[in-house]
């Protein structure tokens, strides 16, 4: 089946600062979402993206489909972005099921 | 406009107990996925449902069996219960022929 790799797997950082997490896969997919999996273990959805760039506030992504790769910008970090971001992909179309990476962990420090 | 919600939030077994965890889909969406998600490990998908009728398989033993009901909600059932299946249940849902997968809040299953 299809392989999906995060990095970086831990990620610490000052509030304000800058990052960029990346999300590789192995074979071309017809979904590919991005998630925030808070402390209580909610995921909550941050993009649909397989290909593209997509900005929703502080946050933006960018998939390059013919290179298998997508990526996750979070300018400004806050304290409250603090969490397991995952990256999920489906070769499928009709978003039959989801193949999840093992995630990036941010920790933002005030 | 309701999300999707799961109970129980949290759920106590001992090995060899069966349990049944229950999903209502967010209003409109016709179709649901249940993944399972250890400590420290991404979800892995279990299952999906539509039309009453299970799609799709993960590689679960049968001991992880579902259900559907005709108001698209849906019961996820564990049977002889290991320790190994301790984790954190997933139920996601979408409208067919679309992408985009909405998860609940979980069940959160510990066996003893």
């Known amino acids: 089946g299809i392989q999906v790799e995060q990095s970086p797997p831990d990620l610490i950082l000052q509030e304000g600062a800058n990052s960029t997490l990346r999300c590789n896969f192995s074979d071309s997919v017809n979904n590919l979402q991005w998630f925030h999996q808070n402390p209580w273990g909610q995921l909550i959805n941050l993009f649909y993206?397989?290909?593209g760039t997509k900005q929703n506030g502080r946050l933006s992504a960018t998939t390059v489909a013919t290179e298998r790769y997508s990526l996750l910008y979070i300018s400004s970090s806050q304290t409250t972005d603090s969490g397991v971001y995952f990256c999920?992909?489906?070769?499928?179309?009709?978003?039959?099921?989801?193949?999840f990476g093992e995630g990036t962990q941010l920790t933002v420090n005030p | 406009d309701a999300g999707v919600t799961q109970s129980p939030t949290h759920l106590i077994k001992t090995r060899g107990q069966q349990v049944t965890l229950r999903c209502s889909p967010k209003s409109g969406h016709d179709t649901v996925s249940w993944y399972q998600q250890a400590l420290g490990q991404g979800p892995q998908f279990i299952f999906q449902?539509?039309?009453?009728?299970?799609?799709q398989r993960g590689n679960f033993p049968d001991r992880f069996s579902g259900h559907q009901f005709p108001n698209y909600s849906s019961e996820l059932n564990v049977n002889a219960l290991l320790l190994g299946d301790s984790a954190l249940y997933l139920c996601?849902?979408?409208?067919?022929?679309?992408?985009?997968?909405?998860f609940g809040p979980g069940t959160r299953l510990t066996v003893l």
């Open positions: 449902y539509y039309e009453e009728e299970e799609r």
């Open positions: 993206i397989p290909s």
């Open positions: 999920a992909v489906d070769p499928e179309t009709s978003g039959s099921r989801l193949t």
């Open positions: 996601a849902s979408s409208l067919a022929g679309a992408d985009t997968q909405y």
